[in-house]
């Protein structure tokens, strides 16, 4: 993954430094030059910026600290607690990554330097014969309609979550326990979870069905068998509970490795769609757009979207929160391989136990926050566009009326600038390092 550019954003800073009668370097407080009867005056109204003292003795906090009320212009505040979610939400991605990569290189053996890629190539290549093959369905991640509403509430009060939806291109997820409808231009679809459901559409597990008559079984024949079968469930030998060469007549227990018609039970996770669904019962409803068709949902958006209406000053702000409150599930994946004759039988079972470790939890864990990394990187780059339009409303500040509390405020705002741009690219590029360390990983093992 690239760089984070905060070109744009450095840009911005200059202009707002311009804005407020600095030289544009943004290198400090422009209240910092007033003369000392001007001082003295804010003094006395209570007012000071982060580091100075207020009427109470307190120190003022500065926006790092935590304090993003600083400025007095809703849209610049709002960046400004949008830069510390920002930074909280990619450290913790980075954290998560970082943990994550440092239990598969001790799974491994692997010490904790060296090109991670490489040396997982060379123990597959090692222990492997052939191809390891691993089949994923990729992590899905949703941005909660929620968020965005309450950014824009922050931003600019016109938007009360809870009464507004955003427009969704892909699929809006649903409350199972709700009224459950969808636009025109969308399917309902519900999953049914269990140890068993009674299935009647997709089937992800295993599915066993009541044959009509004697049929061929690709599974599990549970019933009589007029050919060989492999295992029999009494001990007459005349209840077949194997695969059997011949046909079947009972029923059918079939695994279905991805998502396959069913019409018996399903042990596993079960999928129906259509108008006509019933999902009653259900552990997950959404709806799926069809074509380039756009969903108003209220729940969470899988795929692009649209925030609800709002002035230039606060939709970027608010793609950025959405993004930055982004929720994944984890993959599933699975894998088939053969090991290597020939091989010390003490190393490759320490090798196959890791493997299976990696498979079972730490790629799920892996690909699951990296996919929420990708989307807060994403939300960095629309804070740049969130600082454009933050300086916008700081210059229309002080153009118009704006009395000696905004434009004060204002000051103590381009006061910050330097550490925010700093503490930024700081949790930025870590999060692009991570990014990219967990790709490497994704690499070594043919998922990219």
Do not use: W
């Amino acid at each position: 993954m690239k760089r984070f550019s905060f070109g744009l954003m450095a840009l911005t800073m200059c202009a707002l430094a311009a804005s407020c009668g600095d030289d544009g370097s943004g290198g400090g407080n422009p209240n910092d030059s007033l003369p000392p009867i001007a001082k003295q005056l804010i003094a006395a109204c209570g007012l000071a910026c982060p580091g100075d003292e207020d009427g109470d003795g307190a120190v003022v906090k500065g926006v790092l600290d935590g304090n993003t009320s600083i400025s007095g212009v809703a849209s610049v505040d709002a960046f400004f607690a949008s830069v510390n979610n920002f930074r909280s939400a990619a450290d913790g991605v980075s954290a998560g990554i970082e943990a994550q990569l440092g239990l598969i290189r001790a799974d491994f053996e692997l010490g904790a330097t060296g090109n991670l890629r490489t040396m997982l190539e060379a123990k597959v290549k090692a222990n492997i014969e052939g191809e390891l093959a691993i089949d994923y369905q990729p992590a899905r991640c949703a941005v909660d309609a929620r968020a965005t509403f309450e950014a824009n509430a922050r931003c600019e009060a016109t938007v009360t979550p809870g009464e507004a939806s955003i427009e969704c291109m892909g699929v809006c997820q649903l409350d199972a326990s709700a009224k459950l409808e969808c636009d025109a231009g969308a399917e309902l679809q519900c999953t049914f979870t269990g140890p068993t459901v009674d299935c009647k559409g997709e089937c992800t597990g295993t599915c066993e069905a009541k044959l009509e008559g004697s049929l061929a079984c690709d599974g599990t024949c549970r019933g009589t068998c007029d050919g060989n079968c492999s295992a029999y469930s009494n001990k007459e030998g005349t209840q077949c509970a194997g695969s059997c060469s011949g046909k079947c007549t009972g029923s059918c227990e079939a695994k279905a490795e991805a998502q396959a018609s069913c019409k018996g039970t399903c042990r596993g996770e079960c999928k129906v769609s259509g108008p006509m669904a019933d999902c009653k019962g259900s552990a997950h409803a959404e709806c799926k757009a069809t074509g380039e068709a756009k969903l108003m949902c209220k729940g969470k958006c899988e795929g692009k979207f649209e925030p609800p209406q709002a002035s230039a000053e606060c939709e970027a702000n608010a793609r950025a929160e959405a993004k930055l409150n982004v929720q994944c599930t984890p993959p599933q994946l699975n894998v088939n391989y053969r090991l290597k004759a020939g091989v010390d039988a003490m190393a490759q079972a320490k090798f196959e136990g890791a493997l299976k470790t990696l498979i079972r939890v730490r790629l799920p864990a892996l690909l699951q926050i990296t996919a929420r990394g990708n989307a807060v990187g994403e939300a960095g780059e629309e804070l740049g566009l969130a600082a454009g339009a933050a300086v916008k409303a700081s210059v229309d500040a002080l153009r118009g009326d704006a009395g000696i509390r905004a434009k004060f405020g204002l000051g103590c705002a381009l006061g910050e600038l330097p550490e925010v741009k700093a503490a930024l690219a700081t949790s930025g590029d870590r999060l692009v390092d991570n990014l990219n360390d967990s790709a490497a990983v994704s690499a070594a093992f043919s998922l990219n």
